[in-house]
């Protein structure tokens, strides 16, 4: 037993001693490109080129703890909300249209 780990601690030390990293002179072909010295955030109109804002309805039926999802389909949009395990919709307007709460595996229920 001792000889088998002697063995091993003889091999990783000559593997690990043979490892090294390439210094910069051995790069070759490689192209190096400096960071960026000024780094600024990117505002959305750099990403779209139409944002449009759309304010959600505020009611205390509609009142929306955390965004884990949200997607937009047609003329809905739809917020996931795991902290109340419901899922609040909302027409494109803005204005609240109902919430699925129910937790189960019928028809009417959503499950988590």
Do not use: H, W
Not at 10 to 22: D, H, I
Not at 91 to 96: L, R, S, V
Request: glycine share 4%; aromatic share 10%.
């Amino acid at each position: 037993m001792y000889f088998k780990a002697n063995l091993l601690a003889l091999f990783l030390l000559v593997f690990l001693t043979n490892c090294n990293t390439k210094k910069e002179s051995d790069l070759g072909d490689t192209i190096l490109i400096p960071a960026p010295t000024e780094i600024r955030p990117k505002l959305l109109d750099e990403y779209y080129s139409d944002v449009e804002a759309i304010p959600l309805e505020t009611s205390p039926e509609c009142q929306i703890g955390t965004i884990n999802k949200l997607v937009v389909k047609k003329d809905s949009i739809y917020i996931q909300d795991n902290l109340q395990n419901t899922l609040f919709v909302f027409n494109i307007k803005g204005e609240y249209l109902y919430k699925i709460d129910n937790i189960g595996r019928g028809r009417v229920n959503i499950k988590y």
